[in-house]
């Protein structure tokens, strides 16, 4: 006797079910606008610069209704009712990513992509030159560089680890003298 299987559990490995077609989105219109603002501020720390982007983003995909919109204003306003502080957001990327061990140029960089300029930058560029040592510190015990590592590196294990320490946005100077620390040396005795 043949088993009879039921049609709707295999519909999917076969194909032969014919999708639904989804329901067209509506456009947006300005206080549907507004209602995605608030949510993704809600949801997520962002900078002005962030949700602007986002607005145009989701008006180009469901396209537009109504008079004409202005996404920097929405942002600019989500940041009047507080709900969006650059500075604020700009030194908590910079804390984690020092934390992280990533020096002042990967943090500028990041700061930069995320809008993150002007006067909101400088403020928070002299927390970052005095977190630098710290930084690449925790890097190099992260990835068992110079005074953190098992063994005195040769010199293209050196090369390398000056490379990843570049890379991480570190000074050129500094990540020179932690490479040529050896195993066990104190950092603390780093002159930046």
């Not at 992280?100 to 030159?129: C, F, N, T, W």
Request: no cysteine; charged share 30%; net charge positive.
């Amino acid at each position: 006797m043949a088993s009879v299987q039921n049609p709707l559990s295999v519909w999917h490995n076969q194909g032969d079910m014919p999708r639904v077609p989804r329901r067209p989105v509506p456009p947006l219109d300005r206080p549907a606008l507004e209602r995605l603002a608030l949510r993704y501020v809600e949801r997520f720390a962002t900078t002005r610069s962030r949700l602007t982007d986002y607005l145009r983003r989701k008006i180009r995909e469901r396209g537009w209704d109504g008079e004409a919109a202005d996404p920097a204003a929405i942002a600019e306003r989500m940041a009047e009712l507080g709900y969006i502080d650059d500075r604020l957001y700009g030194e908590a990327k910079a804390n984690a990513m020092a934390r992280r061990g990533l020096g002042a140029r990967r943090v500028a960089g990041a700061l930069h992509q995320a809008g993150i300029k002007g006067e909101d930058a400088e403020a928070i560029a002299p927390g970052v030159a005095e977190r630098a040592l710290d930084s690449a510190i925790a890097f190099a015990r992260r990835r068992r560089i110079g005074p953190f590592a098992m063994e005195v590196a040769d010199r293209p294990l050196r090369e390398k680890q000056i490379g990843a320490m570049l890379r991480a946005g570190h000074a050129p100077a500094l990540a020179r003298q932690i490479v040529q620390m050896a195993p066990g040396d104190d950092p603390a005795n780093l002159d930046q």
